[in-house]
């Protein structure tokens, strides 16, 4: 019998993530190991990334994903930086299984950076394929959570579901000295904390109603994949990783459910 797999939320914050060696880094790679220690190596990943946002839901099914570079102003080391992981059509297709009429393929995207700047330190070999789940724009945060829940299932088959985005991303509020997070970022990122360790998950998916949401999520595109997830271990309670704010208005806060803490 296979264990079931865990699901994991990363914040990604700045794209130069994947060429730092840093605390965070660091603990990105630690987590990568116990959930190696602990499951063994996934069959594949699907990966729920903020930065392929999208009206109506979408899924890959392509052997070769491309490497997406989508971002702008970056040093030419960035863009030279390769994580060559493969596709798994088999995954893809079993999304669509799951969800049904709610999703359809298209593989004009690729595996973006909110994905492999966050996986290159996590499973560095890059030996274990991913496909990328969109972040539909357009859909209730309750829809959100359902489709979360009918993705579970791939967790006792053998497939890792992994989101990445931040509990606080507010990109014009950003302060460049500060490497750690401002009043607001850091209450707000408590108060998220809580609300999940207390799986209030209706609290969560309301967060516009939290103090400080509107600093901490000016437009919802980087918060959305924290919903899947939820979803994904419904009633679970996470081990707390990367419990960090930094330039001043990003929370790089990631939660691991149904994996020990050890």
């Not at 994580?83 to 669509?96: D, H, I, K, S, T």
């Not at 690729?110 to 990328?132: E, N, S, Y």
């Not at 950003?174 to 990122?189: D, K, L, R």
Request: glycine share 8%.
């Amino acid at each position: 019998m296979l264990k079931r797999m865990p699901v994991l939320f990363s914040g990604h914050g700045s794209p130069m993530l994947a060429l730092e060696q840093s605390d965070a880094t660091r603990e990105l790679r630690a987590v990568g190991d116990r959930v190696i220690e602990q499951f063994g190596k996934s069959k594949a990943i699907l990966a729920i990334s903020a930065h392929w946002y999208t009206r109506g839901t979408f899924v890959q099914t392509a052997e070769s994903p491309k490497q997406v570079y989508d971002m702008y102003g970056f040093p030419k080391e960035l863009y030279d930086y390769q994580y060559p992981v493969q596709g798994c059509p088999a995954l893809g297709e079993r999304v669509c299984e799951l969800l049904g009429d709610r999703v359809r393929v298209s593989n004009d995207w690729g595996i973006d950076h909110g994905t492999w700047t966050v996986l290159c330190h996590m499973f560095p070999a890059a030996d274990i394929p991913v496909v990328q789940l969109s972040v539909d724009g357009t859909i209730s945060r309750e829809a959100i959570f359902e489709i979360g829940r009918q993705l579970a299932p791939l967790r006792d088959e053998g497939y890792l579901i992994f989101a990445s985005g931040n509990v606080v991303h507010n990109l014009r509020r950003v302060e460049w000295e500060n490497p750690n997070g401002s009043e607001a970022c850091i209450a707000f990122n408590e108060t998220v904390k809580e609300k999940i360790a207390a799986r209030d998950d209706r609290a969560v998916m309301q967060y516009e109603r939290l103090e400080h949401a509107a600093y901490a999520v000016p437009t919802p595109d980087h918060f959305l994949p924290l919903l899947y997830t939820l979803g994904a271990a419904e009633g679970e309670k996470p081990a707390v990783f990367n419990d960090r704010c930094n330039l001043g208005a990003i929370a790089m806060t990631g939660f691991a459910f149904g994996m020990d803490e050890t």
